[in-house]
């Protein structure tokens, strides 16, 4: 299992954010984050904890390890604002996310 | 570039029976893992079945195993998704993706289509 927090998190741009994820279990460095904006489909982000995705931008980072997981924004633009799910891409079947992160603007 | 374009989707009964599909293009089909991922209207992302780059392996989430099939053509690099036996709480978009996995089997989901909306209803 998978658990995020905050639910939902309110910054202005130029703030930065600080999203987590805990798993139940140690997943390793095996931990994946996901942006999602409203009405679009996800977009890996971030996968083996801190690697960017082709074309993510530097200002996205990922740290963590075992259980404990977090992905930071070290200076919000206004196209951040979105839902962040994680997803542990380790022990499968299942495949499990998180159940997400709101990042609303302030 | 890669697209996954999924299509299919609609209002079906409790029951019932729909077939979802995903063209691919832009990448070589055949070389990767591909998956369907749902989210129900408002809720978290939640994955529904994996099938291997030759077809000859499948899983299933629990809450559709024996309903639900996972099939390709890689041909006519083409996803599929055959659900039998729908229900309420099969309401959803369905989100066709490309798998990514690793040398060590760790999958996670590198391109998504934009998804096709299912809904059951009477």
């Known amino acids: 299992v998978l658990t995020q927090s905050p639910a939902t998190l309110s910054l202005s741009p130029g703030e930065r954010a600080t999203l987590s994820c805990r798993a139940s279990q140690s997943v390793g460095s095996n931990l994946v984050w996901y942006q999602q904006k409203p009405g679009q489909a996800p977009r890996l982000l971030i996968y083996?904890?801190?690697k960017r995705a082709t074309g993510v931008p530097a200002r996205f980072s990922g740290s963590g390890s075992g259980t404990d997981f977090t992905l930071t924004v070290s200076s919000l633009e206004p196209e951040d604002f979105a839902v962040y799910y994680c997803q542990q891409r380790s022990h499968w079947p299942p495949i499990t996310f998180g159940q997400g992160t709101r990042l609303d603007i302030k | 570039e890669v697209q996954l374009v999924e299509s299919g989707g609609g209002l079906v009964q409790p029951g019932g029976s729909l077939r979802l599909s995903c063209a691919a293009s832009g990448f070589i089909y055949s070389s990767y893992w591909m998956s369907w991922v749902r989210q129900a209207p408002g809720k978290g992302l939640e994955w529904v079945a994996n099938i291997k780059r030759d077809g000859t392996d499948k899983y299933y989430d629990d809450s559709v195993k024996g309903r639900f099939a996972i099939s390709r053509d890689n041909a006519k690099k083409s996803l599929s998704l055959q659900m039998n036996n729908v229900r309420v709480e099969d309401t959803a978009v369905y989100f066709c993706?490309?798998?990514?996995?690793?040398?060590?089997?760790?999958?996670?989901?590198?391109?998504w289509g934009q998804g096709t909306l299912v809904t059951v209803s009477s």
């Open positions: 083996d904890t801190s």
């Open positions: 993706a490309r798998g990514a996995v690793d040398d060590s089997g760790n999958y996670c989901f590198d391109n």
